[in-house]
């Protein structure tokens, strides 16, 4: 996909401010200032109590992870729960090295694996913001040893950087096998990459899982930026989010703080040689902590929701929203919610990081790790400002019961998500349409309509139909508040004697935006 999709486009409908905000294409050309609306209302939390029910279960929760440890056979595993900006659930249990008995802290570092991709997507978008490539750019630009790269068909779209970073590049799934390429010199991986990569699928439409594509982009952040990629990133991302406990040679790690990584076989943990850093580094090679890691995840979170507020953090709240938005979405339709039930999911892939909304409409966005010796996973729920991580030293054992947990944060304790307020003129044509039918009476005289509205369904009739509403549902008792489902759209009830009267309307395009659509609904009272 050639152009970036987009969560949410707000149109402002009331005055604007200009201001000086500087905006670049995808190659980096500035174009002119934008005028910004002052009336806009992010969405926001309704009577917030998430810090209050999560440390109210706490105990809960450390048992749900000792179970599980002791359940999978995980010697060690470290977690936590950030709301927002803090981490206010940090724990552990078990140990970070069987052999030494040494107990996992929440300063344990554990190597995260695949967990590293959306670090290495950064840099990229990072090096796009700042206009020093271009996501459309071919792979072959800044990695010429893909020259003996042969396409499937002659009809195949060239790779470029976007497909490395959406895996849509055509790569066969390489696990297990690109775990064991992380040591990998930079040297031999071009040696590799120069005979030329074997391909699984037609590039550019479908997506396959690769460790190999990352590791391109990794070698890119290197070409472009001048600096090795490990120290790029470290420079970049790491230090500016205060993470100085995050590493990628496991021989720089203080030793009592290194978790050792295990595999289970013949009713025993058999300890798994570490991998030192190398090329394939930036596809799963950072070693991190929940402390560190802690500090990455309210990073994501801070860019929920779009706002008018000082850019704070290695790159722009608009490129990490950017990273959350899927791309080449699947219908999971055999998925299963947290009671085991039907509950079918819309999945995709956006820059190092995988999203999905499931049937209940929670959005999800989330990556896995998993190398000899290590699992790890982490999720976070941007319109909730939840994130979830543990890491564990088994292999490719995730440490996290995610089931048990989802159902307890969204159904037991029933956390909710931000709310949008009304912008102010959904409460205007709000009172406007209260006031044409107001005193029992329909009148449609007043100048608040599109032109289309009476030329889609004549007065006469709207009139007709809205007064035998009217008429049903006898005199007005309560006028609800309006629920907005965006800046110009929205619905809202009035209660009546005999019912309820259900408004819904959504506005033009237009400066001066008027009514192009409404439509009025009655349901009797049960009783």
């Given at each position: 996909?050639?152009?970036?999709?987009?969560?949410?486009?707000?149109?402002?409908?009331?005055?604007?401010?200009?201001?000086?905000?500087?905006?670049?294409?995808?190659?980096?050309?500035?174009?002119?200032?934008?005028?910004?609306?002052?009336?806009?209302?992010?969405?926001?939390?309704i009577n917030d109590h998430r810090l209050k029910k999560?440390?109210?279960?706490?105990?809960?929760?450390?048992?749900?992870?000792?179970?599980?440890?002791?359940?999978e056979r995980i010697p060690g595993i470290a977690y936590?729960?950030?709301?927002?900006?803090?981490?206010?659930?940090?724990?552990?249990?078990?140990?970070?090295?069987?052999?030494?008995?040494?107990?996992?802290?929440?300063?344990?570092?554990?190597?995260?694996?695949?967990?590293?991709?959306?670090?290495?997507?950064?840099?990229?978008?990072?090096?796009?913001?700042?206009?020093?490539?271009?996501?459309?750019?071919?792979?072959?630009?800044?990695?010429?040893?893909?020259?003996?790269?042969?396409?499937?068909?002659?009809?195949?779209?060239?790779?470029?950087?976007?497909?490395?970073?959406?895996?849509?590049?055509?790569?066969?799934?390489?696990?297990?096998?690109?775990?064991?390429?992380?040591?990998?010199?930079?040297?031999?991986?071009?040696?590799?990459?120069?005979?030329?990569?074997?391909?699984?699928?037609?590039?550019?439409?479908?997506?396959?899982?690769?460790?190999?594509?990352?590791?391109?982009?990794?070698?890119?952040?290197?070409?472009?930026?001048?600096?090795?990629?490990?120290?790029?990133?470290?420079?970049?991302?790491?230090?500016?989010?205060?993470?100085?406990?995050?590493?990628?040679?496991?021989?720089?790690?203080?030793?009592?703080?290194?978790?050792?990584?295990?595999?289970?076989?013949?009713?025993?943990?058999?300890?798994?040689?570490?991998?030192?850093?190398?090329?394939?580094?930036?596809?799963?090679g950072l070693l991190t902590s929940i402390e560190d890691?802690?500090?990455?995840?309210?990073?994501?979170?801070?860019?929920?929701?779009?706002?008018?507020?000082?850019?704070?953090?290695?790159?722009?709240?608009?490129?990490?929203?950017?990273?959350?938005?899927?791309?080449?979405?699947?219908?999971?339709?055999?998925?299963?919610?947290?009671?085991?039930?039907?509950?079918?999911?819309?999945?995709?892939?956006?820059?190092?990081?995988?999203?999905?909304?499931?049937?209940?409409?929670?959005?999800?966005?989330?990556?896995?790790?998993?190398?000899?010796?290590?699992?790890?996973?982490?999720?976070?729920?941007?319109?909730?400002?939840?994130?979830?991580?543990?890491?564990?030293?088994?292999?490719?054992?995730?440490?996290?019961?995610?089931?048990?947990?989802?159902?307890?944060?969204?159904?037991?304790?029933?956390?909710?998500?931000?709310?949008?307020?009304?912008?102010?003129?959904?409460?205007?044509?709000?009172?406007?349409?209260?006031?044409?039918?107001?005193?029992?009476?329909?009148?449609?005289?007043?100048?608040?309509?599109?032109?289309?509205?009476?030329?889609?369904?004549?007065?006469?009739?709207?009139?007709?139909?809205?007064?035998?509403?009217?008429?049903?549902?006898?005199?007005?008792?309560?006028?609800?508040?309006?629920?907005?489902?965006?800046?110009?759209?929205?619905?809202?009830?009035?209660?009546?004697?005999?019912?309820?009267?259900?408004?819904?309307?959504?506005?033009?395009?237009?400066?001066?935006?008027?009514?192009?659509?409404?439509?009025?609904?009655?349901?009797?009272?049960?009783?």
């Amino acid at each position: 996909m050639k152009n970036i999709l987009i969560f949410f486009l707000v149109v402002g409908a009331a005055s604007l401010i200009s201001c000086n905000n500087e905006l670049k294409t995808d190659n980096g050309k500035k174009i002119e200032k934008i005028s910004i609306s002052n009336t806009y209302k992010k969405p926001q939390f309704i009577n917030d109590h998430r810090l209050k029910k999560i440390k109210a279960i706490i105990p809960e929760l450390q048992q749900i992870f000792d179970e599980h440890a002791t359940n999978e056979r995980i010697p060690g595993i470290a977690y936590g729960i950030v709301i927002d900006d803090s981490l206010v659930l940090g724990s552990t249990t078990g140990v970070s090295q069987i052999e030494n008995k040494i107990p996992v802290s929440t300063n344990t570092s554990f190597r995260i694996a695949s967990m590293t991709k959306s670090f290495t997507a950064m840099a990229i978008i990072k090096l796009r913001d700042e206009g020093r490539l271009s996501l459309s750019d071919p792979v072959i630009n800044y990695i010429p040893e893909m020259e003996n790269l042969e396409y499937l068909t002659e009809d195949s779209p060239i790779i470029n950087i976007e497909n490395l970073l959406t895996m849509t590049a055509g790569f066969p799934e390489d696990n297990p096998w690109g775990d064991r390429q992380l040591a990998l010199s930079t040297k031999a991986f071009l040696e590799v990459v120069s005979k030329g990569l074997s391909l699984s699928k037609v590039s550019s439409y479908q997506y396959e899982y690769s460790n190999t594509g990352y590791a391109l982009l990794g070698h890119i952040v290197t070409r472009v930026s001048g600096t090795p990629y490990q120290e790029y990133i470290k420079e970049n991302i790491l230090d500016p989010l205060g993470m100085k406990n995050t590493y990628w040679e496991y021989a720089n790690v203080p030793k009592e703080q290194l978790a050792s990584g295990y595999r289970w076989e013949d009713g025993k943990w058999k300890k798994e040689p570490l991998l030192h850093d190398g090329a394939y580094g930036a596809m799963g090679g950072l070693l991190t902590s929940i402390e560190d890691f802690s500090k990455y995840v309210s990073f994501h979170l801070a860019a929920w929701p779009a706002r008018s507020e000082e850019e704070k953090g290695p790159i722009k709240r608009s490129s990490l929203r950017e990273m959350h938005t899927p791309k080449y979405n699947f219908l999971n339709s055999w998925d299963r919610d947290w009671n085991n039930e039907p509950c079918a999911s819309m999945i995709g892939y956006g820059y190092g990081l995988g999203i999905s909304i499931d049937c209940k409409r929670i959005v999800r966005v989330s990556h896995g790790g998993a190398l000899p010796g290590f699992g790890s996973n982490y999720a976070f729920f941007p319109e909730y400002g939840i994130g979830i991580m543990a890491f564990g030293n088994l292999t490719y054992k995730t440490p996290i019961p995610y089931d048990k947990l989802e159902k307890i944060l969204f159904e037991r304790l029933d956390l909710q998500s931000r709310k949008l307020p009304a912008s102010d003129i959904l409460e205007q044509k709000k009172e406007e349409i209260i006031n044409l039918i107001s005193n029992g009476k329909v009148s449609l005289d007043k100048n608040i309509f599109a032109e289309n509205f009476f030329m889609d369904i004549s007065k006469e009739r709207r009139i007709k139909e809205f007064q035998k509403i009217l008429d049903k549902a006898g005199a007005i008792k309560n006028i609800q508040n309006i629920v907005p489902r965006n800046q110009l759209r929205g619905d809202f009830t009035i209660q009546c004697v005999n019912g309820n009267i259900k408004v819904f309307f959504t506005l033009t395009p237009e400066k001066a935006a008027m009514i192009q659509k409404l439509d009025i609904s009655f349901k009797l009272n049960e009783d």
